[in-house]
């Protein structure tokens, strides 16, 4: 597992196994939200893994989450599953999670 933070309030959470790493979460705080820190902390996170020699990295997030997603494809990974009503909003309707992935290391 390993943590990259950055210069701002913000952080990733990753961890890896063999040539695959996951990303956990990236946490930016609301006030500090929308001057690329996400964005900042996803770059960093992928050189950690390389560095760690994954060779693809995967994540999860809420079908929901429009920013995060649009995050994430911009920075070419790609929609690779699905789970179904994964996830409970807090008026208790489910959200499916979304799995990406995306190869990280050519070599």
Do not use: C
């Amino acid at each position: 597992m390993f943590l990259v933070t950055g210069d701002g309030p913000s952080f990733a959470l990753g961890r890896y196994v063999a040539e695959e790493a996951e990303l956990l979460t990236i946490a930016v705080s609301p006030e500090a939200r929308g001057r690329g820190l996400g964005r900042d902390m996803l770059q960093a996170y992928e050189e950690d893994a390389r560095q760690q020699g994954a060779l693809t990295s995967f994540l999860e997030v809420a079908a929901d989450n429009v920013t995060a997603i649009s995050l994430y494809l911009s920075e070419g990974y790609s929609e690779s599953g699905r789970r179904k009503a994964y996830y409970t909003a807090p008026d208790g309707s489910k959200i499916d999670a979304l799995i990406f992935e995306k190869r990280i290391n050519h070599s």
